[in-house]
């Protein structure tokens, strides 16, 4: 367990912290989407560069299957689901929910060499998980469960967004509010001072935390009234990356009402890559005091919405000056407050350097079959 | 010759057969255009990834040149056409039908080292052959002239189609008709069982012939009400493969009318690759009965329009598809079935392997010159 | 200093000319806006495939930046200006005009390894030129003022295009006024026999001069009866050539009244390389003649912009060809008239080749900091 230090230094990236070009993660847990999306209907969604169909069976039972028949390569999302099956639209291939095939009309049989990959899910409320690693070796070890999603004590609110960035760059800024009152400086969460805030952070294994308190805080009127609380606000935020699919924010409020009041907040970021320059990227707020009132559910949805919005927006224009300024030997620099993100890229090379390490096993067997 | 095995096998696509990766094929006579297409207006198509201009002369001969000006590779389709001389746009070069410059404005001459690349053609009916090969060797055994387009006792209907998709993948669309009750179900020209029907094969040289039999099936109602025949129908396709851009299908239809009514249609599709992922696809279907009843006709292009365009989406898909999934290893499966469309690929394999052995030669003379 | 050779002569262009694959020239001031392009509000312009932020300081001096924070690669152009002051609109991180660090908030400091590479800045009238070499070693004795655009003597009109074409066929193009007749032909500029005329080179060091006299010509109507003159017209054209970013064009024109009236013009283009595939096209026409007259003025700025958009177009069509057409071995083809363009692709290959045996040293230099 690893203390920041105080002192200030300015560095600049260098080898070991993950970039655009590090392989992406593959045994982990994803979000691949919420809940709600899959349906009876198919539908399409890459995630990690595989093209996945997904659907339900009639039991409501999710299926991840290849969206990309084995005989001639024909998206299986444009075809049809009947019972448990998907039924490719080009020869009507039938598959079922396992993988396995069927029915070939063309042969009148169901050939054990004909099969989709399909991909382990779980889900947990809201959230529909997907592994995407070895699919015979799922490890539920990883797997995060969240209480807030399933819990009757919590509610919440959520949203997702195609982000054409990378999706490091999102986990960047999330271990970082010090961008809280100049990208999103409308919502009146902090003031510049703000910035300077430290932040603790604590490394353990394969897990990072950081937190940090603002005091003094506004927040938007809109919510504070609907919460009915009393500015001004003392705020402390919690950090959590276990994974490379998601950042798992808690925001602990103190208000100014006599007694005080005390709002806990889980903010909980998604980040699915979809390839190494484009993002599916969910969010969701939970919280656990008025979960029935619709008006304070709506207003965090505005915010939700429009702050989240101002991060894609801002790592969408960083991707397309990447790909535009050829400017020689810049590497970007790192203060202070990015310890945070940049110890969650460093862990993700360590992980990736860690699967590329274990690969050629892995190929081995594919030649091998 | 050799007859199809009757033992079904699941194999894999590999080495042998081509693909997107193989070299186009140069050495065959491709069809460019309908004839109606060009007229005395210049007219941009590329082909085999070189960029043509089509215009006629005075007398209505067709000629075909490189669109490209010799001295500052300006697009000559922009250009007018004088006379029977292409007039570049930019600096007012003149050339004649051979692709000699008849006139340099800035020289007031007509140097003998400008001059443009011309294309060896042949009109046949609608039909307006190119040579890909050498110019000065064009293979005049290999054209093969339809003989349903220009002599009085056929009509014809046909249709053209931009597709961003190889040529390939529509020459295995159309040596598989088990794919009929699927992706053309609408059209009622098969049921799920016919999909099994056994092909016969026959391969002899670099040719290959297919047929199959289809008893008991229905029609586009529409079109057996024009044709005046009636239902179940009795149906031979009979399939033909003789050069990389045309596939000759011929389809007899017997009636159940007493006594039965014989149908017989040559289905003609002409795939002329523009690049390795993209194909001009043009159609026409041809009868030999009720050659005057524009009522019947209308109702085949309407058929064939919309049928043809099914083909065309799902090729396309599939082309998107293969750009977007990086899923490691994969392979398309072979069944019983796609061995007519086997035997095209491995054919045309053999073919580019042939031509790319020849290639060297070819080399060492434009170095020479 | 060389005359052209007066043997008509057709070559084809080789090793030795500057063509798209050759590094672009960095060693040179560059036009990169008209000064009234550059305001209070930021301003991105990508240049040599450097992506730049302009805007002024509040006593109006222009400043030129990377457009890219050095934190976190965020495009400044989308930031604020505050006081002399650019404003990172990600995490507020604040630049002085000479790209210091000016404050960064979360530090509370402002470190000297922070800092943005600034650009040398000139400006010139309406002409706001950029040296993109070292900015450390700006060569003054390269920056060619325009004295037409600041002297009150003159009156100028003036447009601009982004042209989604290499830089270097405008050079071609502005050399050789045999196109004239026939892109330019709505124009009445020259007849065809005027493409013949012949041209006079001049090359001393790294500046090519060339003109050409073309006798009893038309000029636009609408310009001829702005102007008060009378044709037909002689015409000497004058071109200069000492950077890659401009071509210095001076037009004399004699009309035929009693006594003979004469017009000088400059007319200048410059061409800002974005990429080598893209270029900012602004072009001017100065006249010292009826500096007041407006409709003159308004007549010049149809022609400019009308007969320029002709250029451009035909360039872009060009580079689209050139990307179509994968024509083997393809060479363009050199004629007599095209001398004066040829020498300014072999000047600026040298000059490339210049700059790159110059670049180890460069490179050192970076490697060292």
Redesign the interface.
Known sequence: MQQTANA?K?GSKSIGVADRDTPLLRNYWYVAAFSDEITREPMRR?IL???IVFYRKEDGTPVAA???C??????LH?GTVKGDRLV?????MEFNADGSCAH??????A?R??RL?TYPLEEDGPLLWIWMGDPAKPDYSRLVRQEWCTSPEWAYVKGQMYMKANYL?LH?NLM?L??F???HGKWNIAR??H??APAKIEEEGDVIRQSETHDDVDMPPAIVEAAGMKGPFNREAHHLVQMPGMHQGMQVTVDSSDPPKRDVQHIIHIMTPETRTSTHYLWAMARNNAIDDAELSAQIQVVGDGAFTEDKV?LE??E???A???????R??I????EGGIRVLRLFARLAEREQAAEPEAREA?AAE
């Open positions: 200030p300015i890459t560069e595989e093209d290849q969206n990309r084995p005989h001639r390569s024909f998206p444009t490719c639209g080009y020869h009507g070939v009309p063309a042969l009148n049989a050939p060499a004909i990959d760059g960047e970082d010090t961008h009152p100049f990208l510049p001072e910035a300077a801002a224009d960083i397309e000056l990447v535009r300024d050829r400017r020689p030997g810049f970007e620099k203060i202070k407050t990015d594919v």
